[in-house]
Each structure stands twice: as structure tokens, then as C-alpha cells.
């Protein structure tokens, strides 16, 4: 029998510490439904997602009974659509989102991704036909997740991309004006973008990937804040050392249950297993939050003093126990942080210690800083296209993911509160600082950093 | 085994002490036997042993027994023998899995012999029991085996039933999942392996 402990420790794991295979993502490439005749190309990206992902869910549910594991959602990624729908314009776009709503509820899946284009150096006519058409597309549809890739350390941040996206976020706000702005939460813009990411909803199926694989993304903060308190409830002394090590062990384990998962799903459905995401992606459950990790390590405010390096000791310690546990390792892997989906981040917001700003610091330790952040409705472009610029200026030059997942709320100011419902919270809106639009007006492109020529 | 040897299964209680073990693999030594398998543990001060060694064909269970009881006055061995039957009575289909059902509640008298009786009435058989008691509160943890995925199914259906008959928190993990979280094994070989089962 194996050691009564170590089953104990992964009991609780389920039973009190709401751990769980967090997403299972099959991602499919659609290049193959390229066609110059609107109907045609919907039909072809119909039938093919139904094809490979029609028993997703089904085969899904079979595993996690058979292991006795939740699997919380189920999802879809496709090749970014400006890649392949590059014959249609922003009207065209709209009707290949709306068929992507439809193929999304007929196989049980809550979200596709892939409503998406990369446009770090330039965009090409169908990139900026995809940004006009993403207001529409994202808010007549209840399933479908954008994304938009604006900068890259090879490339520099497409400035004009920046500022275009932004524009397309103000009116994708107004479009869901009745629900606060949520088609937003819908839309992430990315400096870096992983071409195997599973969470939304930046999820793709870039370059380079399989014709159909399945990835897994594990979450599991409430595991890991048990693990600190657990250590903190020992007589012995210990320090930020053993905090490291206590965190980088239940990594392990949660990271190890996706790849079970995955490569079991995988084998099923007869596609290749791509990758595991280690993200610590939070939910507005109590026990289940990256604040309360934070709190739990000593961080009694967060934004306080001390929380960025907080974090920093977080996201390494997972990023280790992950990268031992499998060598599948993805996507973002790195400490979510979104406001309005983490219960103590959004109190931490709303009472003013968790700024932007703060937020902006913490990106340059985790994968997407800005992520679910409320801001005033009446926030000009100019100003969100800075807030952009800046977590890209921070990806670029650090080599790493940086991600923009603002929310700009209609006729709400600072001190407001936007209510998205379900798991994506409720969020303060924050104030922004103005005063840089000028320089985003010069638009072009803010060219490499100096150590993107490693050839 | 060949003609010239036998298996036997030879089973010991004793109160602990040191140099129990070293006693019997004596015995079983000088029989001119040799031991293959075993297994020991202790509870509460009380020493259990079972092992199978491989003798000289010729010889009873009871002159082994003898031969390692009565060798060891000492210890006041309590010793059970039988011949090895290779024959099992459980066969399961490779396919039901291995599992470790919890359960975690109030103690009482009888709660054993419930849970035991739900799982043989459902042809699952108990492989490994633990438990543990702290003041009323009892941690029970089994190591099963179902006989088939029919077996296996009902046990999925049922575990709701048995924790609101007993009042107790149950939860039933696949070995695979305590595998994952607790060895350093690959992934792949465990879905592998379990793939090559079906």
C-alpha cells in the first residue's frame, strides 16, 4: 500500500483545498477551412470542430469519473481566425464568430478561443478587418474569446496595433454596456503570446502546433495556501526557504494530476497530449485565491510592501514543482492575478491597496498583470492603449508574456463597483493616471530591445 | 518450485520484541528452507508476519509450525502454516483498477464490518485496510479491488449511499492519481500501462 500520509495529503487535495484539473482545451488548426465564399468557410470550421471535438466533453466526463478528478471546463483553441479567414471582412468576421458560438454550444464546450491575430510587426488586411470586427464579434456572441498579439522581443510593440485595439475595446464595452462592459473580460491583448496557452480567454492554436491536440491547464491556490498554513502550523521554526520548498512540493503534485488527466484524455480521443499550463488561476471561491496564498506567506495587505517579491517566490516555486513534475510544460505557467475573479485581490482593489500600478509591478513576475481590471468607462483610447504599452514595454524587455485584460465601465467612475456574475466577480473600478497621449499618438513601431538579436 | 520443494505460507503473532524476525528466518533456514515473500508489521506492541518460503517437499504444515514455534520458546509465537495454493480464489478483470476508498467520521462499534459488507456484497475485494482513531473521530482507509468494471461501476454508484448510511465522508481515489502525486514515475508509462489493461 502506498504511505497513508501521502494518500491523506492527496485526499484533502479534492476534498478541502478545491483542487482540480482547471480546464482540458483541445486545440484545433482550421487552416484547412480557408474558403473566399463566406458560407463555405463557417460550414467547413462547423464541421471540422464537431468532428474532432464532438466526444470532447463526453470522453472528458468518462476520465474524470474514472479517476475521480473534477474537470471544471471544457474548451476549445483554433488557429487565430485572421489566419484563415483572411478572404472575408469585418461583416464576414462577425458571421464566422457567430457559426464559432454555435459549433461552441453544440459540443457542451463554455468558451472557443482564437478570435485572434498577431500583429506585432504589422498588421495584414485581414488583422485589421479582425480588430474592427471584434466589438461585434465578441459582444453578439456568448462563447467566442479574442485575443491579439501587439508586441514580441523579436519584433518591438506595433504601436498602431496598440492604439487600434484599444479603440475596439471602448466599443466592445459600449456594445455590453448593459452588463458592465464583460464582453471585455472576452478579450485579452498579449505582448509574447503562447501558441499553446489553454485558459482564456487567450487561448489559441498558433504556429508550429499539432492538427489536434489536447492541453490542460491545473490550478489549485487553495492547495497551495493549506500547504503554507499547514508549514506555518508547525512548531518548528522555518523561513521563506522552506515557504519555497512547501510550495514547490504541492506543485508538484497538482501539475502531475493534469498530466495524468490530459494524456488519459488524450489517449481516448486518439490525439497527441500537447502540454500542461501550471497557472495558479484563482476564483472568486473563498479558498481558492491567489491573495489568500499571499496572506497566508505573510502579506497582510496585499500591494503592500513586500508583495512583489512575494509573488516572485510564488510563481518560481511553481514554476519548479511543475517543471520536475512534467515535461509537457506550457501555455503561461506562471501566478494569475485577475481582480475581479480573486475574491482578497478584488478587496484589496476596492480599499485601495492593490493599484494599476501595483498591478503593472507584479506582471513582470507573473504572466498577465492587468488582467480582469476594471477602469471608468469615459477612459480615452489614448490612455488604455498606454496601460497596453506599458505591460508589453514590460514583456518585451524581460523575454517573457505580459497580457491586458482591461475592462473600461460604461458610466461608472473610480469608487464604482462592475458586477460580471458567476466566476468572473465583481470588480472596484480603478483610476487610471492620464497624461501620456501624446506619445501613444506618434503611433509606429517601438522597435526591438537590443538583446533580441541573440543570432 | 521444482518436485524436491514446496511452497508454504506460514503466518506469526507474537508480542514485539527484537529479534523475532531473525528467529523464524532461522527456523526456516535450518529446515533448509528458503523465504520468497514477506510482509511484517506492528500494532499496538503486537508483531504479525506472513511469508511464504519454499521447503523440502515431504514436509507437513504441522512439522513446520512446530518446528518454528516450538524453536523459540522464548517468544511465545503464536504460528499458523499452511501448503501454498497457487490457485486463486479472487480473480479479477485487469481492467476494474485498484482503488483507495476513504472514510473519515464518527467511531463505533460494527462500522468495520458495514463497510466490508457493502464492498463484498458488491464483489470487491479488500486488498489493504487501514485504520485510525483519534478520540471518536476514525480515519479508514482501503486499498481495493473491484472484480470487474461492472464491480467497479457499482462501487462509483453506491459510495454516496454508504457515506449517508454511515454518516461518515467518503471519497474514492484511483491508484493512478495517488501514483501521480506521490512517485516520480512517468506519467505516460501509468496511461500506458492502464491502456495495455483494457
Sequence with gaps: MLRTEDILMTLRMFQDENCDVRTVTMGIQLHDCADPDLEACCDKARRKIRRLAGRLVEEGKQVSAQYGIPIVNFRISITPVAWWAAHHDAGGLVEIAKALDEVARETGVDFVGGFSAFVEKGETRADRELILALPEALGCSNRVCGSLNVASSRAGINMDAVLAISRSIRALAQRTASEDGFGCAKLVVFANMPDDNPFMAGAVHGAGEAECVINVGVSGPGVVKRAVERLRGTESAFDLGDIAEEIKCTAYRVTRIGELIG????DRLQVPFGIVDLSLAPTPRIGDSVGEIL???????IGAAGTTAAVALLTDAVKKGGAFASSSVGGLSGAFIPVSEDAVLEQAAACGDLSLEKLEALTSICSVGLDMAAIPGDTSAETIAGIIADECAIGVMNHKTTACRLIPVPGKQPGDEAEFGGLFGTAPVMPVREGGENFIRFGGRIPAPIHALRN | MSRKTKDYIIAVMARDRPGIISSITRS?????????????????????LILCATLPAGMTP???RKRVEEGNPRLGLTVSVREYDPQPLFLPACDSGIWFLTLQGRDRPGLICQVASHLAERDINIEDLYTRTTGEEITMILQLHPADQRSAGQLRASLEDLSNRLAMETHLLHQDILRATSEVGAIRRLVRRMKGEK
Design chain 1, 263 to 266: 494524456n488519459a484524455l488524450a
Design chain 2, 62 to 64: 504441522e512439522n513446520v
Design chain 2, 28 to 48: 526456516v533456514f535450518e529446515l533448509g528452507g528458503n523465504v520468497i515473500e514477506l510482509s511484517q508489521t506492528v500494532m499496538r506492541g503486537y508483531f504479525s
Design chain 1, 295 to 301: 496572506q497566508m506567506m505573510g502579506i497582510d495587505r
